[in-house]
T-cell receptor, first 111, second 116 residues
């Protein structure tokens, strides 16, 4: 089941903050966040595990709300280099591990 | 020091042709994947191999056949190409198949396939 990402797109000025959400209707085991720049491969940002862990990566952090089956990605003081499409990939556990990706959130950071 | 590499980078071909895409990883990972990303950027898994054994086989036409000669290589052969096969195909690898769902996947640069 494909997770739902919101918003679909967001435009920021450099220095502004943004939040991207990833929701699932099925119980999540883990959420993986990736960023993809135009014409490039998705690049791994971080993994969130069930249990509500919050992880950080410089000015990008994320949380996992097990009750809501939702993960949020927080981009603080955005930089031009943050522009790209952000994907969440969800894993539901079980014997065959696979990631199911959301449709992505296009983030544009302008000067 | 490319971690996951794919060839070719671009592939333009006619409908009905057969083509192959190759993927190699030098990370020492046990698991490799093929993803298809369509024009709307939807990234969908197609296949996964763990230690040369097929472990994920999504609903993909039989025209697509993966082959893993060894742990470091995963190839994708496509028969009788159709217009709808036009997409970017990404190879990825992870340390293990991650039954715990915590394995990071590293993506190759992608192969842009255009079927005319």
């Amino acid at each position: 089941q494909q997770p739902v990402q919101s918003p679909q797109a967001v435009i920021l000025r450099e220095g502004e903050d943004a939040v991207i959400n990833c929701s699932s209707s099925k119980a999540l085991y883990s959420v993986h966040w990736y960023r993809q720049k135009h014409g490039e491969a998705p690049v791994f940002l971080m993994i969130l595990l069930k249990g509500g862990e919050q992880k950080g990566h410089e000015k990008i952090s994320a949380s996992f709300n097990e009750k809501k089956q939702q993960s949020s990605l927080y981009l603080t003081a955005s930089q031009l280099s943050y522009s790209g499409t952000y994907f969440c990939g969800t894993a539901y556990g079980g014997s065959n591990y696979k990631l199911t990706f959301g449709k992505g959130t296009l983030l544009t950071v302008n000067p | 020091d490319t971690a996951v590499s794919q060839t070719p980078k671009y592939l333009v071909t006619q409908m009905g042709n057969d083509k192959s895409i190759k993927c190699e990883q030098n990370l020492g990972h046990d698991t490799m994947y093929w993803y298809k990303q369509d024009s709307k950027k939807f990234l969908k898994i197609m296949f996964s191999y763990n230690n040369k054994e097929l472990i994920i086989n999504e609903t993909v036409p039989n025209r697509f056949s993966p082959k893993s000669p060894d742990k470091a290589h995963l190839n994708l052969h496509i028969n009788s190409l159709e217009l709808g096969d036009s997409a970017v195909y990404f190879c990825a690898s992870s340390q293990d198949w991650g039954a715990s769902g915590v394995e990071t996947q590293y993506f190759g640069p992608g192969t842009r396939l255009l079927v005319l």
